[in-house]
């Protein structure tokens, strides 16, 4: 079968949209213009500005909160527009400034993310990109016709910019969705692993100061034991893009993912530095017999919480199911 049959059959497989968006992934044509772009955003001197413009603080990303006002300011002005009137226009050309200027930090903040994602990511994303920089634009020469008196040209060059943006937006929503770019990557883990302690080696498997990889409920775990003696051990799968920890740097009380250098505390897994906005989930240790036993920390609390509630059912289901699967 050759290939045009075969990407043929894909097409009918999936809608036209998801098809192309797939070729757009998987295009290697703009990556060295990606990779010009990465590291220009890499280079620039943002300093602790960085990991704000992540959402390092605010525990997820900040780039969709922020597009949230140049949006409702560019479809405000286009209802605006439909609408005759004098004041309405004036009110429709400030919302289209306040549009402008917002896109600003928004922009900002998508590009230092989008810097820190995997290539097929950031082919979509460049397109999203560049979607989003026409509509910018757009909107810039709707500004300039309002205030020149021209109300019919500014109305033309906002709708347009308005489909721009839609366009940027909907790509956003497939990098964001279904290409996970924003999503916590070990937010499964306290979904997937079992209450209770679970034995991962024996002390002298891990030597003290290097991270070991272990696995438990099929979740990886680092463990990393301190020249004290003390062990840490945290979801080993990072929580900004999936990155193996276990190849990280040990250092200061801490691991650095080799992926994109989010850092983490070994004691609790919280995210000293981005790009991973969220914590990395973290097991209490005990040494039993001369094995080392580990225990997600938070799940006595997560079952209070759960109790005659979805949550513990859905545990109890899970755990019912795994029973059943080990069974049978
Ligand atoms: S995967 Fe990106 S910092 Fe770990």
Same mark, same amino acid.
Request: proline share 5%; hydrophobic share 40%.
């Given at each position: 079968?050759?290939?045009? =049959?075969?990407?043929?059959?894909?097409?009918?497989?999936?809608?036209?949209?998801?098809?192309?968006?797939?070729?757009?992934?998987?295009?290697?044509?703009?990556?060295?213009?990606?990779? =010009?772009?990465?590291?220009?955003?890499?280079?620039?001197?943002?300093?602790?500005?960085?990991?704000?413009?992540?959402?390092?603080? /605010? %525990?997820?990303?900040?780039?969709?909160?922020?597009?949230? +006002?140049?949006?409702?300011?560019?479809?405000?002005?286009?209802?605006?527009?439909?609408?005759?009137?004098?004041?309405?226009?004036?009110?429709?050309?400030?919302?289209? %400034? +306040?549009?402008?200027?917002?896109?600003?930090?928004?922009?900002?903040?998508?590009? +230092?993310?989008?810097?820190?994602?995997?290539?097929?990511?950031?082919?979509?994303?460049?397109?999203?990109?560049?979607?989003? =920089?026409?509509?910018?634009?757009?909107?810039?020469?709707?500004?300039?016709?309002?205030?020149?008196?021209?109300?019919? &040209?500014?109305?033309?060059?906002?709708? /347009?910019?308005?489909?721009?943006?839609?366009?940027?937006?909907?790509?956003?929503?497939?990098? &964001?969705?279904?290409?996970?770019?924003?999503?916590?990557?070990?937010?499964?883990?306290?979904?997937?692993?079992?209450?209770? $302690?679970?034995?991962? *080696?024996? +002390?002298?498997?891990?030597?003290?100061?290097?991270?070991?990889?272990?696995?438990?409920?099929?979740?990886?775990?680092?463990?990393?034991?301190?020249?004290?003696?003390?062990?840490?051990?945290?979801?080993?799968?990072?929580?900004?893009?999936?990155?193996?920890?276990?190849?990280?740097?040990?250092?200061?009380?801490?691991?650095?993912?080799? $992926?994109?250098?989010?850092?983490?505390?070994?004691?609790?897994? $919280?995210?000293?530095?981005?790009?991973?906005?969220?914590?990395?989930?973290?097991?209490? =240790?005990?040494?039993?017999?001369?094995?080392?036993?580990?225990?997600?920390?938070?799940?006595?609390?997560?079952?209070?919480?759960?109790?005659?509630?979805?949550?513990? *059912?859905?545990?109890?289901?899970?755990?019912?199911?795994?029973?059943?699967?080990?069974?049978?």
């Amino acid at each position: 079968m050759d290939s045009r =049959t075969t990407s043929r059959r894909r097409v009918l497989r999936q809608n036209r949209v998801l098809w192309l968006l797939d070729r757009l992934e998987r295009g290697p044509r703009a990556d060295r213009v990606i990779e =010009t772009v990465r590291k220009g955003v890499r280079a620039l001197p943002l300093g602790p500005g960085r990991d704000l413009l992540h959402g390092r603080q /605010l %525990g997820h990303p900040v780039h969709p909160l922020l597009v949230q +006002v140049p949006v409702g300011s560019w479809l405000s002005a286009a209802v605006l527009d439909l609408r005759s009137g004098r004041s309405r226009q004036t009110e429709a050309g400030l919302l289209v %400034g +306040v549009g402008l200027a917002a896109a600003v930090p928004a922009a900002l903040a998508g590009a +230092v993310d989008w810097a820190e994602l995997h290539r097929e990511q950031q082919r979509v994303g460049l397109v999203h990109a560049l979607a989003n =920089t026409a509509a910018v634009g757009l909107y810039a020469a709707s500004l300039a016709c309002r205030l020149k008196g021209r109300a019919g &040209a500014g109305r033309t060059y906002g709708y /347009l910019g308005l489909t721009a943006v839609g366009l940027g937006g909907m790509l956003g929503g497939h990098l &964001a969705y279904r290409q996970a770019s924003g999503a916590n990557h070990a937010e499964e883990v306290p979904h997937v692993v079992r209450e209770g $302690w679970h034995r991962v *080696g024996t +002390v002298d498997e891990f030597p003290a100061g290097r991270s070991v990889r272990r696995s438990v409920d099929d979740v990886p775990v680092l463990v990393v034991r301190e020249s004290g003696g003390r062990f840490h051990a945290l979801a080993e799968r990072c929580s900004h893009l999936g990155g193996p920890l276990a190849g990280g740097t040990v250092e200061d009380g801490c691991v650095r993912c080799p $992926w994109h250098g989010s850092v983490f505390r070994l004691s609790d897994g $919280w995210n000293v530095r981005g790009p991973a906005t969220a914590p990395q989930p973290s097991f209490e =240790t005990r040494v039993v017999d001369g094995h080392v036993e580990v225990r997600l920390r938070g799940q006595d609390r997560g079952r209070r919480a759960g109790e005659n509630g979805h949550a513990d *059912g859905w545990r109890i289901e899970a755990e019912a199911g795994r029973a059943h699967g080990e069974g049978s």
